[in-house]
């Protein structure tokens, strides 16, 4: 993993490499999940994984306890007590050449050469997001059921900034929250930006400036598509070094929301008035 992503590559304020675990322990079946939680935890132990690769560190701000009183705590204890490691590959694979980004630009249907958005100082091929074109020029709306259909489902929808009909080609996109890069796909020229966890006044003052057409995502959803990719490079990379192992991508669906009030039966809403 420290070979497919460095962890030299990772923003100062990140938390990545192994979390939990005996770097001697034999390892023979990997668990690729988004987040640490314990639906994950769940799905590694009853499947006997020896490592979960998550994408999200488990404590990125840091701790003075990893006691079983809190959610967190109960990860490790439990991990722990199942002879589970942990290992996260956070920013460092955001950056990758290929990263969680180019997974993301394939699963919404980008094609051809990926570029970096924001590329990495001294790497030109390394950085945040990427940048491609769709096969065919299509209309906002078209890509956008585009991209909902290669995302992983969740409860929401995806939002849309921008005319329905206006037409695009030129994609940029970012997994995970990406209002940091608006300016960047601005000052790209591309014709629409998918992204994650978009905020009212950026969004809004993207758009007041004529930036690009704005898809918003679920954040869970965004960073998904890179599992598979990193847990094929991974078997390939072993296989190569003459150890097999297997890897599983979790079927847990984390993301934060749950459901959406247009998904509500009658019975949900009665009692509200």
């Given at each position: 993993?420290?070979?497919?992503?460095?962890?030299?590559?990772?923003?100062?304020?990140?938390?990545?490499?192994?979390?939990?675990?005996?770097?001697?322990?034999?390892?023979?079946?990997?668990?690729?999940?988004?987040?640490?939680?314990?639906?994950?935890?769940?799905?590694?132990?009853?499947?006997?994984?020896?490592?979960?690769?998550?994408?999200?560190?488990?404590?990125?701000?840091?701790?003075?306890?990893?006691?079983?009183?809190?959610?967190?705590?109960?990860?490790?204890?439990?991990?722990?007590?199942?002879?589970?490691?942990?290992?996260?590959?956070?920013?460092?694979?955001?950056?990758?050449?290929?990263?969680?980004?180019?997974?993301?630009?394939?699963?919404?249907?980008?094609?051809?050469?990926?570029?970096?958005?924001?590329?990495?100082?001294?790497?030109?091929?390394?950085?945040?997001?990427?940048?491609?074109?769709?096969?065919?020029?299509?209309?906002?709306?078209?890509?956008?059921?585009?991209?909902?259909?290669?995302?992983?489902?969740?409860?929401?929808?995806?939002?849309?900034?921008?005319?329905?009909?206006?037409?695009?080609?030129?994609?940029?996109?970012?997994?995970?929250?990406?209002?940091?890069?608006?300016?960047?796909?601005?000052?790209?020229?591309?014709?629409?930006?998918?992204?994650?966890?978009?905020?009212?006044?950026?969004?809004?003052?993207?758009?007041?400036?004529?930036?690009?057409?704005?898809?918003?995502?679920?954040h869970w959803a965004t960073e998904w598509p890179w599992l598979p990719d990193a847990a094929r490079r991974?078997?390939?990379?072993?296989?190569?070094?003459?150890?097999?192992?297997?890897?599983?991508?979790?079927?847990?669906?984390?993301?934060?929301?749950?459901?959406?009030?247009?998904?509500?039966?009658?019975?949900?809403?009665?009692?509200?008035?």
């Amino acid at each position: 993993m420290e070979t497919l992503y460095d962890p030299s590559w990772a923003e100062p304020w990140d938390a990545v490499g192994l979390v939990c675990g005996d770097p001697g322990q034999p390892v023979r079946k990997v668990l690729f999940a988004v987040d640490p939680v314990a639906a994950v935890v769940d799905e590694a132990l009853d499947w006997g994984a020896d490592l979960v690769i998550t994408h999200h560190p488990l404590y990125l701000r840091g701790t003075t306890s990893v006691a079983a009183t809190t959610a967190k705590g109960r990860v490790v204890h439990r991990l722990i007590s199942g002879g589970v490691a942990l290992y996260a590959a956070h920013t460092n694979a955001d950056v990758a050449d290929p990263g969680v980004s180019d997974a993301l630009a394939r699963a919404v249907g980008v094609t051809g050469p990926l570029r970096p958005l924001q590329p990495s100082a001294g790497e030109p091929r390394r950085g945040l997001g990427r940048i491609g074109d769709l096969a065919a020029p299509m209309s906002l709306r078209a890509f956008a059921n585009l991209a909902a259909a290669g995302l992983p489902r969740t409860a929401g929808p995806l939002r849309v900034a921008g005319d329905p009909e206006r037409p695009v080609r030129t994609v940029a996109v970012c997994g995970g929250a990406g209002d940091s890069l608006l300016g960047a796909a601005r000052a790209a020229g591309v014709d629409v930006y998918l992204t994650a966890d978009l905020r009212h006044h950026p969004a809004g003052e993207h758009m007041e400036e004529d930036g690009p057409a704005l898809v918003d995502a679920s954040h869970w959803a965004t960073e998904w598509p890179w599992l598979p990719d990193a847990a094929r490079r991974l078997t390939t990379a072993a296989a190569a070094a003459g150890i097999t192992v297997e890897a599983r991508v979790s079927a847990a669906v984390t993301d934060a929301w749950t459901a959406t009030t247009s998904t509500w039966t009658p019975e949900h809403l009665e009692g509200l008035g």
